[in-house]
């Protein structure tokens, strides 16, 4: 595998049910994010981690929670979310620390709340 | 607050030229980045800018002026796989890109 891997790449879920997307990245790189997409919108940075620790969290509903084990990997827990919750979910990495280096993103998780 | 500014849609021939907009207002200013991404596919990296001037990549160049707050992407020789949306973001004083809305570019035979 290289570069940015998501899982799964659909999902299909009730609101009440609680699942979780997979992000892992092949790079080396030591920064990690949460996008979320919807269509015609600005894609919304949801959370950021560098070096394993976040350092950005733009009052994102509680019912999203990260989390980031290591460098290459990162996950986006879901619990009871609403439909306008329905979007395309990006993972990207870089080369943090502080220099406008590129982010390469994954291909996304197509959420359908319904 | 902070914004980008980018046309919601475009149209072109293949084989034409097309110059994709994009200005910003944003809290402080490291550069000004250029994505495809076509549809369903992740956005994939075309151009950064971080000096005024024109950047030239093969049949796409990317021009900034810090001055007036503003980027054009510019697309030669269009071919049908030119085909996607085009996402202009600044990286503020924190490092954090800030998105436009994306243009979506249709290419005509």
């Known amino acids: 595998e290289t570069g940015v891997t998501q899982t799964p790449r659909h999902l299909v879920m009730g609101m009440t049910n609680k699942k979780s997307l997979k992000c892992e990245q092949h790079l080396g790189h030591n920064a990690m994010y949460w996008y979320k997409q919807s269509a015609k919108k600005p894609l919304e940075l949801m959370f950021v981690y560098s070096l394993e620790e976040r350092v950005e969290n733009n009052s994102v509903p509680s019912r999203f929670s990260p989390e980031c084990p290591n460098s290459s990997h990162l996950f986006l827990h879901l619990h009871t979310l609403q439909p306008e919750d329905s979007a395309l979910y990006l993972c990207?990495?870089?080369?943090?620390?502080?220099?406008?280096?590129?982010?390469?993103f994954g291909p996304g998780t197509r959420l359908t709340v319904l | 607050g902070q914004n980008i500014d980018q046309p919601t849609e475009m149209t072109a021939t293949e084989g034409a030229i097309v110059q994709i907009n994009c200005t910003y207002q944003t809290s402080g200013f490291n550069g000004l980045f250029w994505y495809q991404q076509h549809a369903g596919e992740a956005p994939t990296f075309l151009s950064y800018n971080v000096l005024d001037g024109l950047e030239e990549k093969g049949r796409f160049s990317s021009f900034l002026s810090r001055s007036k707050g503003y980027s054009y992407l510019l697309l030669k020789e269009l071919q049908m796989k030119d085909s996607a949306s085009y996402l202009c973001a600044v990286m503020d004083s924190n490092y954090q890109l800030i998105w436009g809305a994306g243009t979506k570019l249709i290419i005509k035979p």
């Open positions: 990207a990495s870089s080369q943090g620390g502080g220099e406008p280096n590129e982010q390469f």
